[in-house]
């Protein structure tokens, strides 16, 4: 019966941490392809001359900008420490009940380099991008 029971409770969790990294994915794609599309948009507008921004035009932009990456990160975040909550509990049930201790070593969610420093380079990336037309050319 332990058995059992041990075995729905794993499937339950590897369900919540699927769900959490598909969201997690989620997340990250929507946020970064908008914050892209910015850069972009930005860049061929204002360098084709089609569209002229005034200095409250980018400081609205650049706001936009950091609401969408910090709403990104946060919920990045979130997400992560939800994962990270779900796979102790998975380690601990493998040590203590399947006595198997290496499950531990293959968790992807001990990186140094993720989703959120992606998001916030995208985020530093779209403002310069808002602004970079004011600077004069002779620095560029």
């Keep these: 019966m332990k058995e059992k029971n041990t075995a729905q409770i794993i499937d339950s969790l590897e369900k ?8 997690l994915w989620k997340i990250f794609s929507w946020t970064s392809s908008i914050l892209i599309a910015i850069c972009g948009g930005v860049i061929a507008l204002t360098r084709k ?5 005034g200095v409250s035009d980018r400081i609205l932009f650049s706001i936009v900008v950091i609401v969408l990456a910090t709403y990104g990160i946060l919920w990045i975040k ?7 909550k779900i796979r102790n509990q998975l380690d601990k049930i493998f040590t203590d009940n399947i006595k198997y201790s290496d ?3 293959l968790r992807p969610d001990k990186a140094k380099f993720g989703y959120k420093i992606v998001i916030w380079l995208l985020g ?6 808002i602004w970079v037309d004011l600077i004069p050319s002779c620095i560029c």
Aim: charged share 30%; proline share 0%; glycine share 4%.
């Design 124 to 129: 530093i990336t779209a403002i310069m991008a």
């Design 49 to 53: 001359g089609l569209v002229e921004l």
């Design 78 to 84: 979130e997400n992560l420490n939800m994962e990270e």
């Design 103 to 105: 499950y531990a070593e």
């Design 16 to 23: 919540q941490l699927d769900h959490r990294l598909d969201k």
